[in-house]
Structure formats: C-alpha cells, structure tokens
C-alpha cells in the first residue's frame, strides 16, 4: 500500500466519525431480512429498500462523507501541506486517495446490496447491484474528491447534488436523469440482471459513457486543481 | 538504538541553493498582499520581519509553491516552484497553521514523510531527523497528545528528514517555551553554518536578532530594507545614531565633541554620556582621535539604538 | 542614570456603571442573531449562497403554482401539501443552517465566552433551536403567503372567496410550524454533536433521508397495525400524520381520500411528535450541560 493511501486510510479510520457510516448500511440490511422474514412481495418491498434506501440513500451519503473526507478534511485542517511539500507528481496523491474513497464506499455499500438483493430475488440480482454500486461509488468519489478541490465547502454542494439534482429535479424533469450518478447505477443494475424491480431511467450506453466520463473527468480535474492548490489564509 | 549526533544531519548540503524573488507581487481583489518584492535568499539564516499583515506569510507561501504570484516570478536554482513539486526535493516548509495528523505518532509521521521523499533508507531518516528535534522520547506518542512546542518541532523533523537545501519556516518560535526557543535556535543557527539556506518569518524582534543576522523586512507587503541590520541602521543617515560613551572624564570629553560636525547632541548623565551622532563613520573616526587629544581613555562606545527593534521601528515609522 | 519612572496615563476609559440588561435581553440577542445567521444576514457572501438558493426555489415554485392557479383555476398543491413536497430542500435547509448555528460555536471553542455571561446554560441551545425553528417556519410560510396573495388577488368570489382561502392558509401555516418545530429540533441536536461543519450537514441529511425509506418499507408490511405506525420512523411521515390527525379536513383535499393510511393512530403519532421534541431538547440540555463541564 502507498504511503498516500495508509495516511489517508489511517485518518479515516482513525477518527471517531466514521462510525457515522455504520447504520446506514445496517438499517438497509436489516429492513431486507425484515421483510423478506415476514413473507412480504420483493415486488413490493424490493424498489423503496433497494432503490429508495440503498441507492438513491446509502450509495450517495457514504460516497459523500468518505469522498470528502479523503482529502477536503485534510484540506480543512491543513494537514494537505505536508502532503503536498513531497516531489511528488499530483495524480500519484488523487489517485490513491480517489482509489481509498471508493474502496471503502464500494465495500461499505456493495455488502448491505448484495445482501438485499439476493434476499429480494436472486444472487444474479445481488452481484449486479454490487457491481453497479462499485461503478457508482467510483463516480461519486471522483465528483466529491474533485469538489473538495473545486470549493471550501464540498459537504454542501455535494448535498445540492445529492438532494437537489437528483432527488428533486430527477423526480421531475426527465431531461436531468442523464446527469445522475443513481440513474447510471440503476441502469446498469437492471440491465447486467433483468428483473422488473429496477426501472431505468437512462439507456444502458448512456449509463455506462456517462459513468466513465464523470469518473475520468472529475479525476483529471482534481489532479489538475491540486497541481494549482493555492493555501489560503484563514477564511470564514 | 545508535545515537546520531545532530551534526551528522546538519553537515554540509551537496550544493548551495539559492530562492530567487523577481518583482513579485500578490494581490487579492483589491487587497495587495505583496508589491513588488525582489530578493535573492543564499545560504545562511535570514529572517523575514514584519508586523502583523505585512505579508510574511504570503510571501512565505508563494516562496513554497503554495501561491502563485499575481506578477513576477520566484524560483529556486532558476526552476519556478509554482506547479512545480520537484522542488520539494531541495525545499522544506515549515507553515505557519499547527496542522498535524494528530492520529499519528511524530515517528509514523517522520517516517511517512521519508517514504514520500522516496529516501534511499526512509528509517534512518526519520531516527535522524527525530534525534534533531530532540523528540526520541515521544516519538512513539500519537502528536494529538503533543504540546504545542513539541507539534512544531514534529513538523519541523518532518520537514527535514530529506535534508532540504532550503528550510522555510513561518513563526517557528510561536507557542514554544524558552528553552524550545533557544533549542530551535540553535538547530537554525547549525543549519545556516553548515550553508543550507534557512528563512524563518517573525514578528518578534527579539527571536530574528538572536538567530540572524540578516533580515529583509517587509512592512505593508512591500520589501522596505534587506542585508545585515546594523548596516541597515548605519544607510539610515538622516537619523541621529545614539552612542552610549563612558570615559575617565565625560564632562571635558563632551565639551570637546560638541565641537565636532558629525556630533548632535551630548547628554551627561551619571552613568556616562550619551551622544548623537549624525554620521556614523565620521563620528566612530573622530572620537579616538580627540580622546587622544585631549588624554581621556574612553573606557566604552556602545551604539545604543543598534537593537533590531529600532531598526525596525525606524523602518516602519518611515 | 535617572530614576526609572512610568505612569498610567488616563485616556478616558471607563467603566460600565449603567443599568444592566438582563436574561432576557441575552436570550433576545442570541435568538435574533441565530435567526439572522440562519439566513447569513450580517455575513459574508457566500455565507448566503445555500440558505438562499433554498429561499430562492420555494418561493419560486409558490409563484409557479400561484401563477398556474390564477390562469388555469386549477389547484395544484394545497398549502399543506406544499410543505410536504418541500421536505428535501427542507432537510437541506437543516443541513445548512443547523451547523452554522451550533457546529462553528463548538469549533472555535467560544462556549466558555458565552457561558460566562449571565446566560443560563439551558438558554442557548433553547435560543439557539427556536431560531432555527422560526427560520424554518418563515421558509415555509412565506411561500404560502406568496400562494395566498396570488390566490386572493384573482379570486372570483370577491371578499368571501379571499377570506375562505385565508382559511385555508391559517391551517397551512400552522402545519409549516409543525415542521420547522420538529425538523429543528432533530436536525440541531445531530449538529451539536460535532464542530466540523461538513460532518453535521452529513450527519443531519443521513438521520433525514435514511428514515424515509424505513417508512416505505413497513407501510408494505402484512400488517395493517405496522402500515398504520409505519409514519413514525420518519420525522416527516410523522409531521403528515401529525397533521391529518389534527387538521383533518383542512388539510386533506377531500378527492384524495387521505387521513385513512394513519388510521386511529392519531393521538400516537401527536404524542410520539411531542416525545421526539421533549426527547431531543432534552439530549439537546444534556449536551450543552457536557460541553461546558470539559
């Protein structure tokens, strides 16, 4: 492991916050076991716990607070100095913590799905919604790791995206789907295992260009921003 | 363990470097920072006075590649250290914010910092740097237990351990106690000997006096005096120099200065005289002379007004 | 050598003899700057982007329904079903103000400053949520009012058509204070809990968005009782429930046929808002208590 990725896993880790991680995957487990112990329809509990809880919540809050938390807390405190004074080229400093982001996001949220999913209809189901959530979480964690450099406050913009973009405009203007992280994870999703739980809202190429387009692009944009990261003075 | 002797590390750099400042200037908005500054740092202590805002940490920043100058450039062996990390292998920061990663103890942090180097024997690197700082007996502490005095001189074994030909260090002295004061001191003062090219920024005159002999002081983002203080005060003719004088007869003593050109001024007081002098190198020429003259042994000449802090608020009354 | 002197020269300070203000005038400070920070009144710029940004769209939409109402005649959302429709931007309002209120005091350690004024220590956290209440309030109500007069203005009943849609708007706007009550007591008390800003607004959206799909989910159980209770895992089913219960048919338009899916739980779910508010200020209390002990 690179040095790069044992600080930045460390300070992840090593922080009491993140067990603010811990209950969202849980509940999502947990209401699945719920419901498939009491004998209720997957037709009918399979898209508000696998979409409504697991993708469109669980996916994007974690993929948040760990994208952010890579590299905007070290921004935060200032710590990203003594990263930073190091002869090293940048996309060797983005690229393993973009890498920790989204492993961790991946496995965090790709875990509860699997299990949802197998419990709603099959393992086929379970392994295309671990898949597609680990593209999603590579996508999210390229966008948040990039805001954390774009601007002082990522959480925020971050939660505009989140809630804003895709909860509520997604909900109702069609047209913003095709710039939906969620929407590319639930194509994908349905298309690697067909089972009418899940209902795309973007074609399977567009989801899947799209998905690697954020992710490349979002990348290239942070390495380029930290090449100019400027320190600023304490600001409010 | 093998002890290291702290001179092991400060010993002589493969070659001098030397920061180059041409015309910089930063400004934010409407707000200049920094105007126009232009210096040339070498190998040696140098410290960088100002007040309060004057722009020490702007500068500071900009010499470390963390801003990038509105106008004008700055460089390091004629590479720009803006977007540019390979610097970072001749150049240590040391900045100003006490950010440290706390979860870590100073040893993992040293260390981390010598793997990012990519330092032949990280281990012994980091041992080095520690036994520099005078940090053994913590080091296996996580830093977010550390005092304050003891963060910065983590940061600072972290910011040594690739042996940099350039240290920059924004307010080292801030929260250490006195005997970390001197302790740091000292360290810069090693470091300077052995040729590396130490700035450290201050705001207290007292801390820049002890350490350096050469300032440049910036007072309202612009560069308003470089090179040794004393000689800086001996440029500034226009202001009387105050000698402290004590002699076998200070009375015919002072009868006989008031007779001289350079002289201003003579006061007589118990302890002895005090005598102004209106040019330097007249006036230090002339007394021998008339002290022969007139059979008194001038057991004392001590310029009073020498203190950095003079210097520096003839500078800033300017 | 002279005697070393020094003397204190007097350059006209005083000290403060006057009447002092009391609690009252502490608890009032607190609550208007709370109240004014909300909204980044007296701050920088971009302390108003976010709080804003959700004034901005809110009022937007009332005019659009305002609008669509006085052209077409047709309603489209009812005041209260306004408030429901609004809940995410709602949320996110939390997530912004609620650590701008709290977080930064606990960050840059300025507690012992307050708590060393004559300044009870229950007063701050309560001066502190009833502003964020009250931001959150004038956030739904202003809307509605923006409905009302658009409504009012182009009713064709005259006087008597304005006063039914006042009717309509009073219920409406208590229903929006039912929101902001308990929206800002859970979201405060998640931001209290930590000084990183970033981590409460995570925080508070979290606690919000995962109980939202917990209600979904035991709303399809196999049992009636459970799908009747399901409203209670979530702080906004609990407010709709809260309010069908009370406001019943001003609140419900009649061809919805709503008020059926809480069933004759009512008085649980009024209790269960009451105990959710009692609980958090009271951990709220707890907390502040802690804080000051460090």
């Known amino acids: ?236 | 363990m093998t002890t290291i002797s702290a001179d092991q590390v400060a010993g002589t750099p493969t070659a001098a470097s030397t920061l180059d400042l041409a015309g910089v200037s930063r400004w934010y908005g409407n707000v200049v920072a920094v105007n126009d500054v232009s210096m040339s740092l070498g190998p040696g202590v140098t410290g960088l006075l100002g007040p309060n805002g004057a722009g020490k940490t702007t500068l500071l920043h900009m010499m470390a590649g963390f801003l990038a100058p509105s106008r004008g450039a700055v460089s390091l062996d004629g590479r720009p250290t803006w977007r540019n990390p390979e610097v970072y292998r001749r150049l240590g920061l040391v900045s100003e914010r006490e950010a440290v990663h706390t979860f870590l103890t100073a040893y993992e942090f040293v260390l981390a910092s010598a793997k990012l180097h990519r330092l032949p024997d990280p281990t012994e690197a980091a041992h080095r740097a520690i036994a520099l700082v005078e940090l053994e007996g913590a080091q296996d502490r996580r830093i977010g237990t550390y005092s304050k005095g003891m963060r910065q001189r983590a940061r600072v074994a972290a910011a040594l351990v690739h042996e940099p030909q350039v240290l920059l260090l924004d307010e080292p002295f801030n929260g250490m106690d006195p005997r970390q004061r001197l302790h740091m001191m000292e360290l810069l003062h090693r470091l300077g000997d052995a040729g590396r090219t130490i700035l450290f920024s201050s705001h207290i005159l007292e801390e820049v006096e002890q350490v350096s002999g050469t300032v440049q002081v910036m007072v309202a983002g612009r560069l308003a005096a470089s090179g040794d203080f004393r000689t800086i005060r001996r440029l500034m003719t226009n202001r009387p120099h105050v000698f402290a004088v004590h002699s076998t007869d200070d009375r015919a003593l002072a009868v006989a200065l008031m007779a001289e050109a350079s002289v201003t001024g003579v006061e007589l007081g118990r302890a002895g005289l005090t005598v102004r002098a209106g040019d330097y190198g007249a006036f230090t020429r002339v007394l021998p002379k008339i002290a022969l003259a007139e059979g008194i042994r001038v057991r004392q000449l001590v310029p009073e007004d020498e203190s950095l802090e003079s210097v520096f608020s003839y500078l800033v009354e300017a | 050598m002279p005697e070393p002197t020094g003397v204190i020269h007097d350059i006209g300070y005083q000290r403060y003899t006057g009447p002092r203000l009391g609690r009252r005038a502490v608890f009032g400070a607190l609550y208007l700057h709370g109240l004014r920070t909300a909204f980044g009144l007296g701050r920088s710029a971009k302390a108003k982007i976010f709080p804003w940004l959700v004034v901005a769209i809110v009022t937007v939409v009332a005019a659009g329904l305002a609008a669509v109402r006085s052209q077409v005649g047709e309603t489209v959302m009812t005041y209260a079903q306004f408030a429901d429709n609004m809940s995410w931007l709602v949320i996110f309002f939390v997530a912004v103000v609620a650590p701008e209120l709290v977080s930064r005091d606990l960050r840059s350690g300025v507690l012992p400053l307050y708590f060393s004024r004559p300044l009870p220590r229950s007063d701050y956290p309560l001066a502190k949520l009833l502003a964020l209440a009250t931001a959150l309030w004038l956030l739904l109500g202003a809307p509605q009012l923006v409905m009302f007069l658009g409504a009012a203005f182009t009713t064709g009943d005259g006087m008597g058509g304005v006063w039914n849609e006042l009717l309509d708007l009073l219920p409406g706007l208590l229903y929006a204070g039912l929101w902001a009550v308990i929206f800002a007591s859970v979201g405060l008390l998640v931001a209290s809990l930590t000084g990183k800003r970033a981590f409460a607004a995570g925080g508070i959206v979290a606690v919000f968005l995962m109980t939202t799909p917990i209600v979904g989910t035991l709303s399809i159980m196999p049992s009636r009782t459970v799908n009747e209770l399901a409203g209670l895992a979530s702080p906004s089913t609990l407010v709709q429930g809260v309010g069908v219960w009370s406001l019943g048919e001003l609140l419900v338009s009649e061809d919805r046929g709503g008020g059926d899916h809480i069933g004759d739980f009512g008085p649980v779910y009024a209790l269960a808002a009451v105990l959710l508010v009692a609980g958090c200020v009271a951990l709220l209390l707890l907390r502040y208590r802690k804080v000051a002990a460090r």
């Open chain 1, 1 to 236: 492991m690179s040095t790069i990725s044992w600080i930045t896993v460390r300070g992840l880790f090593g922080r009491r916050r993140f067990l603010l991680l811990l209950p969202l995957p849980v509940v999502l487990v947990l209401l699945a076991v719920l419901s498939r112990a009491l004998g209720v329809d997957p037709g009918e509990w399979g898209p508000p716990v696998l979409v409504g809880l697991g993708l469109a919540v669980v996916l994007p809050v974690v993929a948040l607070i760990v994208g952010t938390g890579v590299l905007g807390a070290e921004i935060d405190d200032g710590t990203v100095v003594h990263i930073l004074t190091k002869p090293l080229p940048r996309w060797q400093i983005v690229l393993p913590k973009l890498a920790v982001a989204t492993g961790v996001t991946a496995v965090t949220v790709a875990v509860p799905l699997y299990v949802a999913g197998v419990l709603a209809d099959s393992v086929r189901l379970g392994l295309s919604l671990a898949a597609a959530s680990a593209v999603g979480a590579l996508a999210y964690s390229a966008l948040f790791v990039a805001l954390s450099l774009l601007t002082r406050r990522p959480v925020l913009l971050g939660l505009v995206y989140v809630l804003i973009w895709e909860g509520l405009l997604g909900n109702v203007v069609s047209g913003t789907k095709v710039l939906s992280i969620q929407q590319y994870v639930i194509s994908l999703a349905d298309r690697m295992s067909p089972t009418g739980l899940l209902e795309a809202g973007v074609s399977v190429p567009v989801a899947a260009v799209m998905a690697a387009l954020i992710s490349v692009g979002f990348t290239v944009l942070a390495i380029d921003r930290l090449r100019s990261f400027s320190a600023a003075g304490e600001t409010s």
